[in-house]
DNA sequence: CGCCGCCTTGACTCCCTTCAATGCGAGTGG
DNA sequence: CCACTCGCATTGAAGGGAGTCAAGGCGGCG
């Protein structure tokens, strides 16, 4: 469907994760699966069995926590290449949802931990993969503590935009429900933002979905917390 | 000096990180080195080249980010055992701090990812880290995202708590501006959530660096998000 | 004692949320 | 083709939670 995240991998950019061809020289593709999922469907919930760990063959897949009161907070979106559902317990830390019709391949969770222990280039690999999976999430908690909505947003767009390699009619795979509850704001909030960032033809908008940056640098300075922090209203 | 921390590892909880006698096995202590830091030094600083990275072996280390105007997040607190200082790029994505006076296990950075590759059981502890650090920053994105200033302080007590292994006289090693930092506040507002969960009797505190909690189950009533939100003021 | 750093409290402001209404595009059926 | 509907997105008005600014309070130490 969507290209979306897919030039991040072929560029090289966070987001390559360990390949699929690695995995299978090591023996592991026989005891894999694959599975379709619809867009909005449910792969896991949180607090579940996790006997598989999964990888995004296409598709964008969602992982989040509910609160009691039924508010979200989205962890990560995953693209194509991308490894999830994993973690040190044999449980599910998230919930996971298809954001778009997906296919995933499934990786037995005990075959997998032991066959990329074994091999000290799986290891490596999948080591590095934890670290900058660990560095994003470490961004995103400058973010969610000490960020305005409007810087908030804006590293979202570059984000985007870096992703799909394109200041050009970037795609929103999720909706603003979804980025609202990744950014830690309301979709009032989010939807205010990006009318402010149009209002100031740093960003415009073809339609809901689509987005350009005809001013990179602005976008940025917004981003980078410019002095003036630049809230919103 | 004091044992904060300490608890969580002889009881096994999340913080017991790859151990040492683990990594002497490998061969890893001789390339090691000990270096002392005092309370309020500087360990590296963001940006710059990262040689090595480190195990605490006594005393507290913060690891943190500065924006352009000088707020920060604090990413993490590290108690004896657990490593710190690494990511899958040789450069320091934080700065460290010693909170307490340090003693702190040095590992040249590529000789130990090096080793920890090697030995399966080795990286499958390390994996195990790595996914339980994860966790942990992933817990606090729900923190920083979606919860009241009363329920973020109510989970860092709690978190405290369990950690020393004692609901009476825990200990904060950290500062108040570290706590705010910590958990995307104000300094102004963590006092005020204090004295708010001391007026309704639900901790008690001999001294503004101890605290005991009377009422656990009230705490985690109002940590776990609580119908009401129990907003401050 | 008096200084100094850290902590606490108060008053006011403001960004974001909440609540509510409206807009808009896609799909459907008459 | 158009009326209708439904989900999602946008905009407006009002209120509240946490930030900001400012003034003490408290304990440790020379």
Redesign the interface.
Known sequence: MSALFEPSLSAGLPGADVLAADLDDAGLAATACVKRIKAGETLYVEGEAAPYCYQVVSGVVKEY?T???G???V?DFYGVGELFG???VAEQ??TAEAITNCVVRCYPRDAF?RT???S??L??H???T??????R??E???M???MSALQRISVFLIRLSKEQATREDVHFAMNRQDIADH??LTIETVCRALTDLKKRGVITMKSARYFSIPKLHALEHIA????N?NRLH
């Open positions: 926590n609160l009691e009161d508010r979200r907070q962890a994993i973690s040190e830390l998230h931990i990329i222990a074994r000290p280039r290891s490596r999948f080591l590095n934890l670290m900058s999976r660990l560095h999430a470490r995103r908690m400058v969610l503590g000490r950014l830690g980078g917390g410019a002095q922090p």
